[in-house]
Nanobody
Framework: QVQLVESGGGLVQAGGSAKLSCVNAGRTFSPAAMAWFRQAPGKERELAAA????????KYADSVKGRFSISRDNAKNMVYLQMNSLEVGDTAVYCC????????????????WGQGTQVTVFS
């Protein structure tokens, strides 16, 4: 089975950076679009960033454009989210997600999910 495991969350001061990693520790499949979603307390889950199988297509939420960068290493079954210029509003649980085929910008479009990692940005 597919097993997505995230790492890299924690406490970060506003203006700082953090890098999240997600590994598929289970069964792999291709082509697989990968994404990072986030959910803040009291808010709906939203897409932060998504990347196509070959990395050629990337999609970002407007709120993170220019600050976040998604990348992947298929040889290592890894996907990353580099987060710069973090803001208090970026505080959320960040979850890695995967689906077969093209990227989607909605959570129900993804079949596989990790448990999530907390990112807390303080001022």
């Amino acid at each position: 089975q597919v097993q997505l495991v995230e790492s890299g969350g924690g406490l970060v001061q506003a203006g700082g950076s953090a890098k999240l990693s997600c590994v598929n520790a289970g069964r792999t499949f291709s082509p697989a679009a990968m994404a990072w979603f986030r959910q803040a307390p009291g808010k709906e889950r939203e897409l932060a960033a998504a990347v196509s199988w070959n990395g050629g297509i990337k999609k970002y939420a407007d709120s993170v454009k220019g600050r976040f960068s998604i990348s992947r290493d298929n040889a290592k079954n890894m996907v990353y989210l580099q987060m710069n210029s973090l803001e208090v509003g970026d505080t959320a649980v960040y979850c890695c997600a995967a689906r077969r085929g093209n990227i989607r910008d909605y959570a129900s479009g993804y079949d596989y999910w990790g448990q999530g990692t907390q990112v807390t940005v303080f001022s």
